[in-house]
């Protein structure tokens, strides 16, 4: 399965539900981007595809009966990225993907030395004006 986490509006999970033949779960901590994010599911006709639901980091237990998971987003901000490493390492099948998002490039070194540290190994990272994004691997 996928897992979306920090949702917001879902775009993501909506693109991976295009594109992944798997289960997709997205959420959020805050109520109203959940709200915001089951209107887009709506709008776009893909509440069959998609599971949306509050969420604080990984702690629902639509997360824990899905993982692991081969594929999870996180556009979130630095704190809470690392603060979720742990968590989000374990959720991840040997030979998973996380994309790191949300994160300003003075500070991506920094997230990205903590998922490191967990066993994780960079697959891609880009920059792109002052914002960066991470693919990381967990290794087999």
Known sequence: PV???????AVLAMAAAHVIDQDVLASDIDEVAV???RANL???DLVEKV?????????HSSITKA???GLIFANILKAPLIALAPSITTALKPGGFVIL?????EQAD???NVYCDLGNTV???RDIGEWTTTVLQRSA
Not at 3 to 9: I, P, V
Not at 101 to 105: Q, T
């Open 3 to 9: 897992l979306d986490l920090g949702c917001g509006t």
């Open 35 to 37: 709200d915001v994010a």
């Open 42 to 44: 709506r709008a776009n």
């Open 51 to 59: 599971v949306c639901f509050e969420a604080e980091g990984l702690d």
């Open 67 to 69: 993982a692991p998971f």
């Open 101 to 105: 998002s949300g994160i300003l490039k």
């Open 110 to 112: 920094e997230v990205v």
């Open 123 to 125: 697959a891609a990272r």
